[in-house]
């Protein structure tokens, strides 16, 4: 698991240093600010592989780039871009193995094992649809039957661990107004043969391959954490060595595809169904979120003694990170309005700047600019009254105001 991460001369961060929780690291800010970037290098610091493009050094950038990082056991690695091989230098990964998931912004999945070492493949990249179908090499092995194979034969062994864990995965992971289970499987089409299973909703049964963006990516993530745990057991049998017991899981945008009533339960869900895998397992998470309502469910969990939250900034012209300090802000709007999303109001642009105008009117404020439609009283009512719905609780305040201010 990783305790620090430094990075020089690549990224939007110019100097990067960041130190991890053991368990839950969130990760937030503006768009294009790093988050994705940041998971990329963790991925790499503990597989020594990159998904998709490697990172390059900034343009400006003369001396060697490097990733130094650090793990929970003190053991300490780093790589050095090279610039006359144009590639990262090869690096001796931390011995403080552990498995290594990385649910992808694109639907993929990327999966390191340490028990593959001396195997042709220590990673696996799935793509959203070898996932659902399988995945299969060049070499024809098959190191994974895919979702729709194994829920069905899964199925058939009820009596068996993994049939049992993911569907008490599915369960913990699905919004508890809208439960699902694994359902029969049925055949759909003339050209595909294969049983095609199911999952039980409250309005019927729906076909895996047929599934929704959010209940997808929800069932994705399920059947790849079981996969995964399942595939360790095996390969642990078949070397004779007892299974690793820590996780990393890096999740990019949490959120995605998902309404806020089943943002508001996911991440609660994920710290539960690791347990389901076993109740042993260590695991560590890094995931990026530009949801309010991810941080106003993690209240109730948070715990700073081993949990962080990062924020991404851009200040003029630099991009810092920094850990911000876990204040509780009770609800979406509390969280719209902090230092992490740093909206002056959870409303409209045209909302905000109303009723900043009213506000600066009914002060006399001095220094406030009006905006060009905003000049007079007359503009500031009329602008009120098409923007702002009757039962805000601001109408209260300004009419009280309004009525002390024209006196």
């Not at 001396?63 to 610039?83: K, R, T």
């Not at 001396?118 to 996932?131: A, C």
């Not at 009723?355 to 503009?379: H, K």
Request: hydrophobic letters at 40%; one cysteine or more; aromatic letters at 10%.
């Amino acid at each position: 698991m990783l305790t620090k991460l430094n990075l020089r001369g690549i990224g939007s961060v110019r100097n990067l240093e960041i130190e991890f929780g053991d368990r839950l690291n969130i990760l937030t800010g503006d768009n294009g600010l790093g988050k994705s970037f940041l998971i990329d290098v963790i991925w790499f610091a503990l597989t020594d592989n990159w998904v998709g493009l490697p990172a390059l050094p900034n343009i400006d950038q003369d001396d060697s780039p490097y990733i130094h990082f650090q793990a929970s056991n003190g053991e300490e690695s780093e790589s050095v871009f090279l610039f006359n091989k144009q590639k990262w230098q090869e690096f001796q990964r931390l011995q403080e193995d552990e498995i290594v998931i990385y649910s992808r912004i694109d639907g993929g999945f990327s999966i390191f094992d340490p028990l593959r070492k001396f195997t042709p493949k220590e990673v696996y990249n799935f793509t959203s649809q070898q996932v659902l179908n399988g995945l299969i090499l060049n070499n024809g092995s098959v190191p994974c039957m895919g979702l729709v194979h194994d829920l069905d034969y899964w199925q058939l062994k009820q009596t068996e661990t993994p049939y049992q864990i993911l569907q008490n995965v599915i369960q913990h992971l699905s919004h508890p107004d809208e439960p699902m289970q694994v359902g029969e499987s049925v055949r759909l089409s003339v050209e595909d043969s294969r049983p095609i299973p199911t999952l039980v909703v409250p309005y019927g049964n729906v076909p895996v391959t047929h599934a929704s963006s959010g209940i997808q990516r929800i069932l994705n993530l399920a059947y790849m954490l079981v996969w995964a745990w399942d595939s360790h057991i095996q390969i642990a049998k078949l070397k004779r060595t007892e299974p690793i017991k820590k996780f990393v899981f890096l999740i990019d945008e949490l959120e995605a595809h998902l309404h806020p009533k089943w943002q508001r339960t996911i991440l609660p869900a994920i710290l539960e169904v690791c347990k389901q895998l076993n109740p042993e397992i260590d695991v560590q998470i890094v995931t990026t979120t530009h949801s309010p309502m991810v941080l106003a469910s993690a209240e109730p969990y948070f715990e700073e003694e081993l949990d962080k939250l990062f924020l991404f900034e851009l200040l003029g012209s630099e991009v810092t990170l920094n850990e911000i300090p876990w204040v509780k802000q009770g609800d979406v709007v509390g969280w719209l309005t902090s230092e992490i999303f740093d909206l002056k109001q959870a409303r409209s642009l045209e909302g905000e700047a109303a009723i900043g105008a009213a506000q600066a009117w009914a002060t006399r404020s001095p220094d406030y600019v009006y905006p060009d439609n905003l000049q007079t009283l007359e503009q500031i009512q009329a602008e009120l009254e098409r923007v702002i719905p009757g039962h805000d609780p601001f109408w209260i305040g300004w009419t009280v105001k309004n009525e002390a201010r024209q006196k």
